[in-house]
């Protein structure tokens, strides 16, 4: 019979099942960056001497005492890995007497978000999922023609004209790969007037975690090179048999040669490849995403227990309106990047 156990501090885990923001890599990396390691409490479910589930979780400290799960910010999906629900619902009731406790990024087809139903759920962001074929060839014969067209545009006279070709990330070439990176994703979004995702801290964050995922070969990144300077950058990792589409970064000088276009088919072609059963572009529901035909959608939801205290009631109610405003911000962000059909 599975044991319920909380314990203080950070699991490490070797638990299939879970994605690439649940593994134990990730995870301290984002203590080392954003957290204490003192402030981690672990829903750990055991059957006899082993580990079956885990949810590492964060006591936040600001006016009143809050529990996210470990990961907040820059993790696309968070959730527990192991199907327990009930006790993963029982351990966190027991926070919410004395905590406010606000759950990010769960998915709807997380086992968990029923262990949470009868509670309100916030819709955070949609992610699209694209299940991958056997073959890229037939897969590429059911996208569009226009898509079609710069699909094989690598192979095309504009391109070829330029030297153009497409290089992957190597445990040697991280500092390569990772500084053309972040040119080119300030330079997309310089052209907004913002200043992009990742500076200070993030960056940093960043930077540790692409040595760590190429050292094990997580980390799928790959430059587009014209007349022999990057123009284009996919940021993609790789955990079990999912490709994740992360970030990318383009130079808007480039746009007529489609760098990101050809850069995500490259990436979903080597998918295919190497046996990945499905290729996930993430947050975010802009057409550029919709356009390589993704075959199903998730809802990641935000999910605040409602307070028992009246510390936690103006933490309760000073995060939703501070999500509302959040929302505002990011709809007026990511509509500009919706203007552009391509990344």
């Not at 990330?169 to 990176?181: H, I, L, N, Q, S």
Request: charged content about 25%.
């Amino acid at each position: 019979m599975p044991k319920l156990e909380i314990v203080k501090g950070f699991s490490v885990h070797t638990l299939s099942g879970g994605t690439i923001f649940q593994t134990p890599e990730w995870q301290q990396n984002w203590l080392t960056h954003y957290g204490d390691p003192s402030r981690v409490i672990s829903i750990q479910v055991s059957e006899g001497n082993d580990l079956v589930g885990l949810w590492n979780l964060y006591r936040h400290r600001s006016g009143w005492r809050s529990i996210r799960p470990l990961g907040v910010g820059p993790s696309d999906y968070l959730g527990p890995v192991g199907a327990y629900n009930e006790l993963f619902r029982e351990a966190i009731h027991s926070f919410n007497q004395k905590s406010l406790v606000d759950i990010h990024q769960l998915p709807s087809d997380h086992p968990a978000l029923g262990a949470l139903e009868g509670h309100e759920a916030i819709e955070q962001a949609k992610c699209l999922v694209l299940d991958l074929p056997a073959n890229f060839d037939d897969y590429v014969k059911t996208l569009s023609k226009s898509l079609r067209y710069d699909v094989r545009r690598i192979n095309g006279k504009a391109l070829q004209e330029k030297g153009a070709r497409v290089e992957w990330v190597t445990p040697e070439t991280v500092d390569k790969f990772a500084d053309a990176f972040f040119e080119l994703h300030k330079l997309r979004w310089k052209q907004r007037g913002l200043p992009g995702a990742f500076f200070g801290k993030a960056e940093r964050f960043q930077r540790d975690w692409l040595w760590l995922a190429a050292s094990q070969q997580k980390l799928w990144m790959n430059l587009l090179i014209a007349d022999g300077k990057p123009v284009g950058c996919v940021y993609a990792m790789r955990h079990e048999q999912t490709c994740y589409f992360y970030q990318a970064g383009m130079d808007p000088a480039a746009a007529s040669l489609s760098p990101g276009t050809v850069l995500v088919a490259q990436t979903i072609e080597r998918a295919i490849e190497e046996g990945c059963t499905e290729f996930d572009f993430m947050r975010g529901d802009e057409p550029y995403k919709r356009r390589w035909k993704p075959t199903r959608e998730r809802t990641n939801f935000r999910i605040i227990l409602p307070p028992q205290t009246a510390l936690t009631r103006a933490g309760y109610a000073w995060n939703k309106a501070a999500w509302r405003v959040e929302s505002k911000v990011r709809e007026r962000v990511e509509g500009k990047s919706l203007r552009n059909p391509k990344p």
